[in-house]
C-alpha cells in the first residue's frame, strides 16, 4: 500500500510536476517573422501566428525532440534539453530543392495513403550517378536486384521483377520491352530528382498490374524565380572510366521554367579479383529536357528525354551448346579472357528510349485539379550476337522496335475528409520486329490496345485515422504476327486448340495472328492508422492482375544471348496476386524501428522453369519453359536506424522471402537470398559537413531453391559420357564491406563543392551471385574505388 | 484559347497513332545463321562410308536424323571429307565454303576414343596462317573391332592457336559451337 501511494505521487509528479511551456519567434534568415509555421516539440504541436510566435505548453522534461518546419524552408531537427519553461527561438533557411517535396505532398498527396512508401531523395541517388537505377533502388529494404553481368540491373521488390514492377518515370510507365530479364530500366539514374518504392499494388492510378510492386520517379522541379546548375564527375577504379552528367534548371512559381539535363557515361571492361570481364563495358549518352509555363489556375509542361546505351555482354557468357554450360558450371572459370580494353564487341546490346510528353493541369478550384497527359515511348532494341559469318557481325541478331502511346486523364477532388481521385488511359502499343536479322526473333510483331478505368477514395477520420479504398477496370487485347516452325506448333500442342490463328503457310512455318482479350479488375483497401506520435500502424490489402507478356505468350526457340531454348506457351492465363502487407513504425528517442512482413498470393504465377534439354545440329540445348503455378510469397523487411549521438548513426536492414510453388511443392526459382545489411555513419557539420559510412552486407547462401538439374551426355575424353548439369544450386553466400565519404566547400552563398571518396568491396572479395545471370559463368566485380565531385552553382 | 489547347491534346495524339501505325511486314526471317546438314564421308579401301545429320527443322523441337550408311573396316586409312548445308535456304546454301574462306576462324574436330580410330588433320587443308581448319582429313580405324562414336564438331572464332588445337584437341579452343554431331559407328574386322 505504501509502495501504491509512493508510486502514485511519484506518478502525479510526473504529469503534473514535470511538464513545462516553451515559447519563442520563428523567423527567416533575414528576422522576418514567418506565419503558420509547423513546431513540434516532444508530442505537441501548434503552428506560429502573425508575428512568428508560438507557444507550447504541457512538454516533458528531459531530452525532446524538436522540429520547425516551413515551407519552401529547410526544417530545424534537434534534440532539446528541456529542465524549465524556456524560450527557443530559431531561424529557418531557404531551402531551393526541398520545395517541390513539400508541394506535391500538398495537392497530390502520396501516392498511396496505406502503403508504406520507401523513399530515395536525390542525395542518395546522386551517389548512384554512375551506376544503374537497379543499384540506388538497392538501398531500400526488401528491394534486391536481378543482374546480367555488372551493367544490367533490375529491381526486384519482396522476391517479383520486370513485368511485375511497373516504373513510372514522370508519370509515364515506362514501356521499354522490360518481359526480358537481360532488359534494364532505359533509364538515366541522373534524371531521378526523387524515388519512391511502393512494395505493393496500392497505386491503383498507374496501373492494377503491379503485382511485386511500383517504382515511381519524379524529376527534380524548383519552384522559386532562380537559375540553378548542377555538375557531377564520377571517375571509377574498376572499369577505369566514368560519367559526367550536367544539368541547369530555371525555375519559377508562376510563369515560365525549364531544364536539361546530359549525362555521358563510357567505362570499359570491369575486373573480378582474378580476372578481366572481357566485353563487358558499357556507354551512355542521355539527355532530357523540360518546359513548364505556370499560373495560379493551370500548368502546362513538355517534356522530351532521350537514352542510348551501348552495353558489353560479356564474352565468356556466349556459350554453344549444354556441353559449353557444363564446363563453365564445373571450371567455375570464364572460357575467354582477354586483357583489359575499352572496346565493346559482339555479344552486346544498343538501346535507345525515346518519351515525349505534354501534360496540362488545371485547377478547377481550390480543392479539385484535372490533369490531361499524352506520352509517346518509342523503344529501339539491338541485339548484336556472335555470328557465324563475319559478314553478319554487324548486323543485329535482334532489331525489335516498340511504340507506345499514352493519353491519361485524372482528376483529383477533396470534399471535407473524403479525397477522391479518378482517372482514364488510353494506350496503343505496337511493336516490330524487323525480319531482316537472319535470325527467328522469339519476340513476334504485334498491336495492343489498352484502357482503363480507376477510382480512388481516401476517408480521413482525423489526423490519425484514414481508409483507403481502390478500384480499377482494365482492359487489353493483343494481336501478334508470328511465324512459328511447324514442328514446334505440333510439339506445343497448338494443333487442336489454336488452329483458327494460322493464317499462312512459308515453308515450314505456319504464319499465325493470336489474339487474346484480357478484362482485369484490379482493387485494394487499406488503412493507417497513427498512435501518438512515435507508432504509426498500415494496413493495405490488394488485388492485382496481370496479363501474360509477349515472352511468355510467343517464346519459340533458342534465346541467342542466353544460349537456352524458351518456350513460351499460348495457353498461359493472366496471373492475379492477392497481396496483404502491414508495416508498424515506431520511433524512441533515438531509435527507429520499422517491421514490414507481407503474403502475397500468386494465382497462375508465371515463371520460366528448366525443363530438360532439346539435341539440335548445334548439340543439346537446356530447355526452359514458361509454367504457371500457384505460388505463395511470404517474407519481411525490417529497417532500424539508431542515433547513436550527433555524430554516430547505425543503420540496420534486414530483407526476407519465402516463395513456394504450391502446385508442385517445391521452393520458386530466382527468389532473393536473406540479407542483412548494417551502417555506421559519422557526420560532422563542422568540418566541412564530412559524412563518413562503412556498410556491412551480408547475403546468405538461398538454401530454398528447386531441384532442377537434369542429365545429358558430354564428350569427355573423347567419348559421349553422361552428366548431371547442375543449374539449380546456388552459390555461397558472401559479405562485402563498402566505404564512402564527402565533404562539401562553400565557396559562396550558391555555389558549393562536394566531394566523395568511395569503395565497393573494400576486401576485394570473390564471390558470386544467385540474381545473376551470368553466375555460371563469372565472379562478380572486384574492389571498385570512386571519386566524385559535384558542383552546384 | 484554353478548349483549342484541350482539343490540340486530343487532336495530336490521333495524329501520331495514325502516322505510326507501322508498315506490318509479315515477310518471314531468312534464317542465315542455320546449319542443317553436317555429312561426313570416309573413303578408303574401294568402301564409301557417309556419315549424314539432318535437322530440317533447325531449332525446333524434331532431334536430326543420324544415318551411317556402312562399318568401318580394322586397320584400314579412309581419306575423310566434312560437308556443312543449309537446306532451309533457297537455293541450298553450301556452308562449307564460307568455313574454308574464313579458315582463320572456323576449325572442324573430330572426336573418337583410340580403339575406334584416330584421325590427322589434312595438312593441305589450312588456313592464312598454316593452321588446320579439318574439313578433310585422314582416319585409321582400330585394329580390333569395336563400337563407339565419333562426333564432328565445328567451332568459330577459337583461339586457334591454343596448345594442342592444331593437333584436333579441343579442350583449350573456347569459341563458340556451330555444330556438334554425334554417328554412332562400328567397326569391323
Same mark, same amino acid.
Given at each position: 500500500?505504501?509502495?501504491?501511494?509512493?508510486?502514485?505521487?511519484?506518478?502525479?509528479?510526473?504529469?503534473?510536476?514535470?511538464?513545462?511551456?516553451?515559447?519563442?519567434?520563428?523567423?527567416?534568415?533575414?528576422?522576418?517573422?514567418?506565419?503558420?509555421?509547423?513546431?513540434?516539440? !516532444?508530442?505537441?504541436?501548434?503552428?506560429?501566428?502573425?508575428?512568428?510566435?508560438?507557444?507550447?505548453?504541457?512538454?516533458?522534461?528531459?531530452?525532446?525532440?524538436?522540429?520547425?518546419? /516551413?515551407?519552401?524552408?529547410?526544417?530545424?531537427?534537434?534534440?532539446?534539453?528541456?529542465?524549465?519553461?524556456?524560450?527557443?527561438?530559431?531561424?529557418?533557411?531557404?531551402?531551393?530543392?526541398?520545395?517541390?517535396?513539400?508541394?506535391?505532398?500538398?495537392?497530390?498527396?502520396?501516392?498511396?495513403?496505406?502503403?508504406?512508401?520507401?523513399?530515395?531523395?536525390?542525395?542518395?541517388?546522386?551517389?548512384?550517378?554512375?551506376?544503374?537505377?537497379?543499384?540506388?533502388?538497392?538501398?531500400?529494404?526488401?528491394?534486391?536486384?536481378?543482374?546480367?553481368?555488372?551493367?544490367?540491373?533490375?529491381?526486384?521488390?519482396?522476391?517479383?521483377?520486370?513485368?511485375?514492377?511497373?516504373?513510372?518515370?514522370?508519370?509515364?510507365?515506362?514501356?521499354?520491352?522490360?518481359?526480358?530479364?537481360?532488359?534494364?530500366?532505359?533509364?538515366?539514374?541522373?534524371?531521378?530528382?526523387?524515388? @519512391?518504392?511502393?512494395? =505493393?499494388?496500392?497505386?491503383?492510378?498507374?496501373?492494377?498490374?503491379?503485382?511485386?510492386?511500383?517504382?515511381?520517379?519524379?524529376?527534380?522541379?524548383?519552384?522559386?524565380?532562380?537559375?540553378?546548375?548542377?555538375?557531377?564527375?564520377?571517375? !571509377?577504379?574498376?572499369?577505369?572510366?566514368?560519367?559526367?552528367?550536367?544539368?541547369?534548371?530555371?525555375?519559377?512559381?508562376?510563369?515560365?521554367?525549364?531544364?536539361?539535363?546530359?549525362?555521358?557515361?563510357?567505362?570499359?571492361?570491369?575486373?573480378?579479383?582474378? +580476372?578481366?570481364?572481357?566485353?563487358?563495358?558499357?556507354?551512355?549518352?542521355?539527355?532530357?529536357?523540360?518546359?513548364?509555363?505556370?499560373?495560379?489556375?493551370?500548368?502546362?509542361?513538355?517534356? +522530351?528525354?532521350?537514352?542510348?546505351?551501348?552495353?558489353?555482354?560479356?564474352?565468356?557468357?556466349?556459350?554453344?551448346?549444354?556441353?559449353?554450360?557444363?564446363?563453365?558450371?564445373?571450371?567455375?572459370?570464364?572460357?575467354?579472357?582477354?586483357?583489359?580494353?575499352?572496346?565493346?564487341?559482339?555479344?552486346?546490346?544498343?538501346?535507345?528510349?525515346?518519351?515525349?510528353?505534354?501534360?496540362?493541369?488545371?485547377?478547377?478550384?481550390?480543392?479539385?485539379?484535372?490533369?490531361?497527359?499524352?506520352?509517346?515511348?518509342?523503344?529501339?532494341?539491338?541485339?548484336?550476337?556472335?555470328?557465324?559469318?563475319?559478314?553478319?557481325?554487324?548486323?543485329?541478331?535482334?532489331?525489335?522496335?516498340?511504340?507506345?502511346?499514352?493519353?491519361?486523364?485524372?482528376?483529383?477532388?477533396?470534399?471535407?475528409?473524403?479525397?477522391?481521385?479518378?482517372?482514364?488511359?488510353?494506350?496503343?502499343?505496337?511493336?516490330?520486329?524487323?525480319?531482316?536479322?537472319?535470325?527467328?526473333?522469339?519476340?513476334?510483331?504485334?498491336?495492343?490496345?489498352?484502357?482503363?478505368?480507376? =477510382?480512388?477514395?481516401?476517408?480521413?477520420?482525423?489526423?490519425?485515422?484514414?481508409?483507403?479504398?481502390?478500384?480499377?477496370?482494365?482492359?487489353?487485347?493483343?494481336?501478334?504476327?508470328?511465324?512459328?516452325?511447324?514442328?514446334?506448333?505440333?510439339?506445343?500442342? +497448338?494443333?487442336?486448340?489454336?488452329?483458327?490463328?494460322?493464317?499462312?503457310?512459308?515453308?515450314?512455318?505456319?504464319?499465325?495472328?493470336?489474339?487474346?482479350?484480357?478484362?482485369?479488375?484490379?482493387?485494394?483497401?487499406?488503412?493507417?492508422?497513427?498512435?501518438?506520435?512515435?507508432?504509426?500502424?498500415?494496413?493495405?490489402?490488394?488485388?492485382?492482375?496481370?496479363?501474360?507478356?509477349?515472352?511468355?505468350?510467343?517464346?519459340?526457340?533458342?534465346?541467342?544471348?542466353?544460349?537456352?531454348?524458351?518456350?513460351?506457351?499460348?495457353?498461359?492465363?493472366?496471373?492475379?496476386?492477392?497481396?496483404?502487407?502491414?508495416?508498424?513504425?515506431?520511433?524512441?528517442?533515438?531509435?527507429?524501428?520499422?517491421?514490414?512482413?507481407?503474403?502475397?498470393?500468386?494465382?497462375?504465377?508465371?515463371?520460366?522453369?528448366?525443363?530438360?534439354?532439346?539435341?539440335?545440329?548445334?548439340?543439346?540445348?537446356?530447355?526452359?519453359?514458361?509454367?504457371?503455378?500457384?505460388?505463395?510469397?511470404?517474407?519481411?523487411?525490417?529497417?532500424?536506424?539508431?542515433?547513436?549521438?550527433?555524430?554516430?548513426?547505425?543503420?540496420?536492414?534486414?530483407? /526476407?522471402?519465402?516463395?513456394?510453388?504450391?502446385?508442385?511443392?517445391?521452393?520458386?526459382?530466382?527468389?532473393?537470398?536473406?540479407?542483412?545489411?548494417?551502417?555506421?555513419?559519422?557526420?560532422?557539420?563542422?568540418?566541412?559537413?564530412?559524412?563518413?559510412?562503412?556498410?556491412?552486407?551480408?547475403?546468405?547462401?538461398?538454401?530454398?531453391?528447386?531441384?532442377?538439374?537434369?542429365? @545429358?551426355?558430354?564428350?569427355?575424353?573423347? !567419348?559421349?559420357?553422361?552428366?548431371?548439369?547442375?543449374?539449380?544450386?546456388?552459390?555461397?553466400?558472401?559479405?562485402?564491406?563498402?566505404?564512402?565519404?564527402?565533404?562539401?566547400?562553400?565557396?559562396?552563398?550558391?555555389?558549393?563543392?562536394?566531394?566523395?571518396?568511395?569503395?565497393?568491396?573494400?576486401?576485394?572479395?570473390?564471390?558470386?551471385?544467385?540474381?545473376?545471370?551470368?553466375?555460371?559463368?563469372?565472379?562478380?566485380?572486384?574492389?571498385?574505388?570512386?571519386?566524385?565531385?559535384?558542383?552546384?552553382? | 484559347?484554353?478548349?483549342?489547347?484541350?482539343?490540340?491534346?486530343?487532336?495530336?495524339?490521333?495524329?501520331?497513332?495514325?502516322?505510326? $501505325?507501322?508498315?506490318?511486314?509479315?515477310?518471314?526471317?531468312?534464317?542465315?545463321?542455320?546449319?542443317?546438314?553436317?555429312?561426313?564421308?570416309?573413303?578408303?579401301?574401294?568402301?564409301?562410308?557417309?556419315?549424314?545429320?539432318?535437322?530440317?527443322?533447325?531449332?525446333?523441337?524434331?532431334?536430326?536424323?543420324?544415318?551411317?550408311? *556402312?562399318?568401318?573396316?580394322?586397320?584400314?586409312?579412309?581419306?575423310?571429307?566434312?560437308?556443312?548445308? $543449309?537446306?532451309?535456304?533457297?537455293?541450298?546454301?553450301?556452308?562449307?565454303?564460307?568455313?574454308?574462306?574464313?579458315?582463320?576462324?572456323?576449325?572442324?574436330?573430330?572426336?573418337?576414343?583410340?580403339?575406334?580410330?584416330?584421325?590427322?588433320?589434312?595438312?593441305?587443308?589450312?588456313?592464312?596462317?598454316?593452321?588446320?581448319?579439318?574439313?578433310?582429313?585422314?582416319?585409321?580405324?582400330?585394329?580390333?573391332?569395336?563400337?563407339?562414336?565419333?562426333?564432328?564438331?565445328?567451332?568459330?572464332?577459337?583461339?586457334?592457336?591454343?596448345?594442342?588445337?592444331?593437333? *584436333? $584437341?579441343?579442350? $583449350?579452343?573456347?569459341?563458340?559451337?556451330?555444330?556438334?554431331?554425334?554417328?554412332?559407328?562400328?567397326?569391323?574386322?
Amino acid at each position: 500500500m505504501r509502495f501504491l501511494s509512493i508510486l502514485f505521487f511519484f506518478l502525479v509528479s510526473f504529469f503534473g510536476y514535470t511538464q513545462v511551456t516553451i515559447t519563442g519567434v520563428i523567423s527567416d534568415v533575414n528576422g522576418l517573422p514567418l506565419r503558420d509555421t509547423h513546431v513540434h516539440i !516532444a508530442n505537441k504541436t501548434t503552428a506560429t501566428d502573425a508575428n512568428g510566435n508560438y507557444v507550447l505548453s504541457g512538454i516533458p522534461k528531459g531530452k525532446q525532440k524538436l522540429y520547425i518546419s /516551413y515551407i519552401g524552408y529547410k526544417p530545424i531537427y534537434e534534440i532539446q534539453d528541456i529542465s524549465t519553461d524556456m524560450i527557443v527561438n530559431r531561424q529557418l533557411k531557404l531551402d531551393v530543392t526541398k520545395l517541390d517535396d513539400v508541394v506535391i505532398q500538398q495537392v497530390a498527396n502520396s501516392k498511396s495513403e496505406s502503403s508504406n512508401e520507401q523513399i530515395l531523395k536525390s542525395k542518395t541517388i546522386e551517389k548512384f550517378s554512375n551506376q544503374t537505377l537497379g543499384d540506388a533502388l538497392k538501398e531500400v529494404s526488401g528491394v534486391s536486384i536481378l543482374k546480367t553481368g555488372s551493367t544490367i540491373v533490375k529491381p526486384v521488390i519482396n522476391g517479383l521483377h520486370s513485368n511485375r514492377v511497373p516504373i513510372i518515370n514522370n508519370n509515364v510507365r515506362l514501356e521499354d520491352q522490360q518481359w526480358g530479364t537481360e532488359h534494364a530500366p532505359n533509364f538515366d539514374i541522373n534524371a531521378a530528382g526523387k524515388i @519512391t518504392v511502393i512494395k =505493393g499494388a496500392s497505386a491503383l492510378q498507374y496501373g492494377g498490374d503491379a503485382i511485386g510492386g511500383i517504382v515511381v520517379i519524379e524529376p527534380e522541379l524548383i519552384k522559386k524565380d532562380t537559375l540553378v546548375g548542377k555538375t557531377i564527375l564520377n571517375l !571509377a577504379s574498376n572499369g577505369m572510366g566514368g560519367s559526367l552528367s550536367s544539368s541547369i534548371q530555371k525555375g519559377n512559381r508562376f510563369g515560365w521554367s525549364w531544364n536539361a539535363l546530359g549525362t555521358l557515361k563510357y567505362l570499359g571492361d570491369r575486373e573480378t579479383p582474378d +580476372y578481366v570481364l572481357s566485353n563487358s563495358g558499357n556507354r551512355e549518352q542521355n539527355f532530357s529536357g523540360s518546359i513548364r509555363f505556370a499560373k495560379e489556375k493551370y500548368n502546362f509542361n513538355a517534356m +522530351y528525354s532521350f537514352y542510348n546505351a551501348q552495353i558489353g555482354i560479356i564474352k565468356a557468357s556466349h556459350i554453344g551448346n549444354v556441353n559449353d554450360l557444363y564446363n563453365s558450371i564445373n571450371n567455375q572459370q570464364p572460357s575467354y579472357i582477354a586483357p583489359f580494353t575499352y572496346t565493346i564487341a559482339a555479344p552486346k546490346q544498343e538501346v535507345q528510349h525515346h518519351i515525349a510528353k505534354i501534360n496540362y493541369q488545371r485547377w478547377l478550384n481550390d480543392n479539385t485539379s484535372l490533369d490531361l497527359q499524352y506520352a509517346f515511348q518509342l523503344n529501339n532494341r539491338l541485339e548484336f550476337d556472335v555470328r557465324r559469318t563475319s559478314t553478319n557481325t554487324d548486323k543485329a541478331a535482334l532489331d525489335l522496335q516498340l511504340a507506345t502511346h499514352t493519353f491519361l486523364a485524372d482528376y483529383k477532388t477533396s470534399v471535407g475528409n473524403w479525397k477522391l481521385k479518378s482517372g482514364i488511359n488510353l494506350g496503343y502499343q505496337n511493336n516490330f520486329a524487323n525480319p531482316k536479322t537472319g535470325v527467328r526473333p522469339l519476340i513476334p510483331s504485334y498491336d495492343k490496345l489498352d484502357t482503363g478505368l480507376y =477510382g480512388i477514395a481516401v476517408y480521413k477520420f482525423n489526423n490519425a485515422t484514414s481508409l483507403e479504398s481502390g478500384l480499377r477496370y482494365d482492359f487489353s487485347t493483343i494481336e501478334a504476327t508470328k511465324y512459328y516452325i511447324k514442328s514446334r506448333w505440333t510439339e506445343r500442342g +497448338y494443333d487442336a486448340e489454336f488452329s483458327h490463328f494460322i493464317v499462312g503457310e512459308e515453308g515450314n512455318q505456319w504464319l499465325t495472328k493470336p489474339t487474346f482479350n484480357y478484362h482485369n479488375v484490379a482493387a485494394n483497401i487499406g488503412w493507417r492508422k497513427q498512435f501518438h506520435h512515435e507508432m504509426e500502424w498500415l494496413v493495405n490489402i490488394s488485388l492485382a492482375s496481370r496479363n501474360p507478356n509477349p515472352s511468355e505468350l510467343f517464346s519459340d526457340g533458342l534465346h541467342h544471348s542466353t544460349g537456352q531454348i524458351e518456350l513460351g506457351d499460348l495457353r498461359l492465363k493472366k496471373e492475379q496476386a492477392y497481396k496483404f502487407n502491414t508495416t508498424f513504425k515506431k520511433d524512441w528517442k533515438s531509435l527507429s524501428v520499422q517491421v514490414n512482413p507481407f503474403i502475397n498470393r500468386i494465382s497462375n504465377f508465371m515463371y520460366l522453369q528448366p525443363i530438360g534439354f532439346e539435341t539440335t545440329i548445334r548439340g543439346a540445348f537446356p530447355v526452359w519453359e514458361y509454367k504457371q503455378t500457384e505460388a505463395l510469397l511470404t517474407g519481411f523487411d525490417v529497417n532500424a536506424k539508431w542515433t547513436i549521438s550527433n555524430h554516430f548513426l547505425h543503420e540496420s536492414s534486414l530483407a /526476407y522471402v519465402n516463395g513456394q510453388n504450391l502446385s508442385t511443392n517445391v521452393y520458386l526459382i530466382d527468389m532473393p537470398p536473406f540479407v542483412w545489411n548494417n551502417k555506421v555513419q559519422y557526420k560532422n557539420e563542422s568540418w566541412f559537413h564530412l559524412v563518413a559510412e562503412l556498410k556491412s552486407e551480408l547475403v546468405f547462401r538461398q538454401n530454398q531453391v528447386p531441384n532442377y538439374n537434369f542429365e @545429358t551426355n558430354i564428350i569427355v575424353n573423347n !567419348a559421349l559420357t553422361p552428366v548431371l548439369i547442375d543449374i539449380s544450386s546456388a552459390p555461397k553466400g558472401y559479405h562485402l564491406l563498402h566505404f564512402y565519404s564527402e565533404m562539401t566547400f562553400e565557396i559562396n552563398k550558391k555555389n558549393s563543392l562536394t566531394t566523395s571518396f568511395s569503395i565497393q568491396n573494400i576486401a576485394n572479395t570473390t564471390y558470386r551471385d544467385y540474381l545473376n545471370r551470368q553466375r555460371f559463368f563469372v565472379d562478380e566485380m572486384g574492389r571498385n574505388v570512386q571519386i566524385q565531385l559535384k558542383f552546384n552553382y | 484559347m484554353k478548349n483549342l489547347k484541350l482539343i490540340a491534346l486530343l487532336v495530336i495524339p490521333t495524329l501520331f497513332t495514325i502516322s505510326c $501505325n507501322n508498315d506490318d511486314d509479315n515477310t518471314p526471317v531468312n534464317e542465315e545463321e542455320v546449319i542443317t546438314t553436317v555429312t561426313t564421308t570416309l573413303t578408303g579401301g574401294g568402301q564409301t562410308i557417309t556419315l549424314t545429320s539432318r535437322d530440317l527443322d533447325g531449332e525446333g523441337p524434331e532431334e536430326p536424323t543420324v544415318t551411317v550408311s *556402312g562399318d568401318l573396316v580394322a586397320g584400314r586409312t579412309y581419306t575423310g571429307s566434312t560437308t556443312f548445308l $543449309n537446306e532451309l535456304a533457297n537455293p541450298v546454301d553450301d556452308i562449307t565454303a564460307e568455313v574454308e574462306e574464313e579458315g582463320d576462324e572456323h576449325q572442324v574436330f573430330y572426336q573418337l576414343v583410340s580403339s575406334l580410330g584416330t584421325v590427322t588433320y589434312d595438312s593441305e587443308n589450312v588456313d592464312v596462317d598454316g593452321r588446320p581448319i579439318g574439313l578433310q582429313f585422314t582416319l585409321v580405324a582400330g585394329t580390333a573391332a569395336s563400337t563407339g562414336n565419333l562426333t564432328v564438331t565445328l567451332r568459330h572464332d577459337l583461339n586457334k592457336a591454343a596448345t594442342g588445337v592444331a593437333a *584436333g $584437341n579441343i579442350t $583449350n579452343a573456347g569459341g563458340s559451337t556451330d555444330v556438334e554431331v554425334v554417328f554412332p559407328i562400328v567397326v569391323v574386322d
